[in-house]
């Protein structure tokens, strides 16, 4: 398998997980030009992708999730409530209708040699949903845009092998930054974003020999910088004896740009700390 993100921000989010044959795309944010531009780029074709799976219905992850569904003909997978909040959401490119397929939280599905289940993250829109998929021994955890992380995400969190989450934002810059105080309160309450800090403990706290990457996604252009994300997680994760480069691969996804392509495949256990 590989992974990469073709954007990762506030001003759009996609993210493709496959092989040689088959993906899937999570989330939809950016346009279907620039998404297939971007999979070709990396050797993948349209004719591949065999669903979407969206996590929650705010305009920078679905605003082109129905060109996909209706026009390229892609299934588009979310819970009904998110669906339905698609359907109002007026910055839609297309609406969707015939791709629309509904699932349940806590209920695998599978798309060939995927496993699928949606769980619950803790966000402000109208149904929020983060993505557990297995393949073979293999697991992928993603949870962007969640305020704080409760039992129920860390229970998927543990068990993966590669994991996908926010790191928004640096507290103190967005502390003393130009943004006004409700847009502050939203993004630091329990249903807003995850702050470096919060991920960096969490992250820290549920290592494992098969953990293997870890992505940043979702890096606030006004409230962080790359390597601030990066060194912020990787200076805890070195306090409790976890070594980036040795025990696993750190990496901060780029906001507006592709990132790099990472193979997914060996989880063999690495040191013991």
Same mark, same amino acid.
């Given at each position: 398998?590989? !992974? ?19 993906? #899937?795309?999570?989330?939809?944010? =950016?346009? @279907?030009?620039? #998404?297939?531009k971007r999979l070709r780029d990396k050797g993948v074709r349209m004719e591949q992708i065999m669903g979407l799976l969206i996590t929650h219905d705010h305009t920078d992850h679905i605003k082109y999730a129905g060109v996909l569904g209706e026009k390229c003909g892609i @299934?588009? !997978? ?17 609406? =969707? ?16 040699? !995927? ?7 803790? +966000? ?15 697991? !992928? ?23 996908? #989450? ?10 003393s930054g130009p943004y006004p105080a409700y847009l502050k309160t939203r993004i630091t309450q329990e249903r807003g974003h995850l702050c470096n800090d919060e991920t960096a403990g969490f992250l820290s706290s549920i290592y494992h020999p098969g953990l293997t990457h #870890?992505? /940043? ?10 390597? /601030? ?12 004896? =976890?070594?980036?480069?040795? +025990? ?26």
């Open positions: 398998m590989k !992974f990469f993100s073709l954007a990762s921000g506030s001003s759009g989010n996609c993210y493709y997980l496959g092989n040689e044959e088959y993906g #899937i795309l999570i989330d939809a944010g =950016i346009g @279907p030009r620039t #998404i297939k @299934p588009v !997978f979310s819970t009904e409530t998110i669906h339905n909040g698609m359907a109002r959401n007026i910055c839609m490119a297309e609406k =969707i209708e015939a791709s629309r397929r509904i699932l349940t939280k806590e209920t695998p599905f599978c798309l060939r040699d !995927f496993c699928i289940t949606a769980f619950e993250v803790p +966000h402000d829109g109208s149904d929020n949903v983060g993505y557990y998929i297995t393949w073979g021994t293999e697991s !992928f955890a993603i949870a962007t845009d969640l305020g704080h992380i409760p039992s129920g995400v860390a229970h998927y969190m543990k068990q993966a092998n590669y994991i996908v #989450i926010e790191a928004n934002y640096d507290a103190e810059m967005l502390r #870890i992505f /940043l996604c979702h890096l606030s252009h006004e409230n962080n910088h790359p390597e /601030l994300a990066y060194k912020t997680v990787a200076i805890k994760l070195q306090q409790n004896g =976890i070594s980036v480069g040795n +025990h696993l691969t750190l990496v901060s996804l780029p906001r507006t740009s592709v990132s790099d392509v990472y193979a997914l495949g060996d989880c063999s256990p690495k040191p013991q700390l």
